[in-house]
């Protein structure tokens, strides 16, 4: 039997039901993979929560020394001079705790060369900045003025 001998009614209505039939192939197929990207989201988010927040901690930790180190060159008072000093240490140890966990948690070898190349930096900063203390201390403000605002690579 050939289907151009079924009457009209029954080719439209075969018709019709071969595109409901496909659009609810295509809508099972979407709820498929939409549970599959939604299953990948939380993987990721549930994975990298943890490194993002580490990383976030310690952008704002760096800053907020940098900033305690721009008073140190404004305060005259040595017991808030100590304050400071205090504080910034108590920064340097959460820093380093945090790129420790950074550390751990890096997987792929891009992550780990920045995190080796942030621990670098960090040293880095951490040696200025005691050589800035110093001469700050010393009352060579000008000097630690140069210090600060020379590149690491220079000092």
């Known amino acids: 039997m050939n289907f151009s001998n079924f ?26 993979r939409l549970n599959e990207i939604a299953d990948r989201n939380t993987e990721i988010l549930e994975d990298d929560a943890v490194g993002v927040i580490s990383a976030l901690e310690i952008a704002a930790l760096i800053q907020e020394n940098g900033s305690r180190t721009l ?33 751990r948690l890096a997987v792929p070898q891009k992550e780990k060369d920045a995190v080796e190349k942030l621990i670098a ?19 060579q403000k000008e000097e630690a003025t140069a210090m600060m605002g020379s590149p690491p690579s220079l000092r």
Not at 21 to 28: A, C, D, E, G, K
Not at 121 to 139: H, P, W
Request: proline content about 0%; overall charge positive; hydrophobic content about 55%.
């Open 7 to 32: 009457k009209i009614r029954v080719r439209l209505s075969f018709g019709f039901g071969l595109t409901l039939l496909t659009m609810l192939l295509m809508v099972v197929i979407s709820v498929v």
């Open 71 to 103: 008073e140190l060159f404004i305060t005259a008072d040595q017991k808030a001079r100590t304050a400071q000093y205090t504080a910034i240490d108590a920064n340097k140890k959460k820093i380093n705790a945090l790129l420790e966990i950074s550390k």
């Open 121 to 139: 930096s960090n040293a880095a900063f951490v040696a200025a900045f005691s050589k800035t203390g110093d001469l700050i201390e010393l009352d």
